[in-house]
Nanobody, 125 residues
Framework: QLRLVESGGGLVQPGGSLRLSCAAP????????IAWFRQAPGKEREGLTC????????NYADSVKGRFTVSRDNAKNTVYLQMDSLTPEDTAVYYC??????????????????WGRGTQVTVSS
């Protein structure tokens, strides 16, 4: 099963930016559509964005559209989430996820089966 590793989280002030990375050491991440999710304390996990395996198709949840940008560098086997104009409501653990089998197109949120351990993002002054 694909093993995903997120990095890049931290503490940022409101209005600031962060870039998260998702890697898969030893796996061909470029075969998979990859999504980013987040889960805030006391809330359900929320799907934010997905990028297909070739990187030319993306989709976004309304909550992050226009502020977050997903991209990938398949030569580096890495997917990124650029987060701008952050607010305290963006505080959460952020996860990248992949379908359980090779899938080049973005499936439904419920069909993602391989997860990283997450990286904490805290937006606070």
């Amino acid at each position: 099963q694909l093993r995903l590793v997120e990095s890049g989280g931290g503490l940022v002030q409101p209005g600031g930016s962060l870039r998260l990375s998702c890697a898969a050491p030893g796996f061909r991440l470029y075969d998979y559509a990859i999504a980013w999710f987040r889960q805030a304390p006391g809330k359900e996990r929320e799907g934010l964005t997905c990028i297909n395996s070739s990187g030319d198709r993306t989709n976004y949840a309304d909550s992050v559209k226009g502020r977050f940008t997903v991209s990938r560098d398949n030569a580096k086997n890495t997917v990124y989430l650029q987060m701008d104009s952050l607010t305290p409501e963006d505080t959460a653990v952020y996860y990248c996820a992949a379908p359980p089998v090779v899938e080049r197109l973005c499936p439904a949120w419920a069909d993602f089966g391989s997860w990283g351990r997450g990286t904490q993002v805290t937006v606070s002054s």
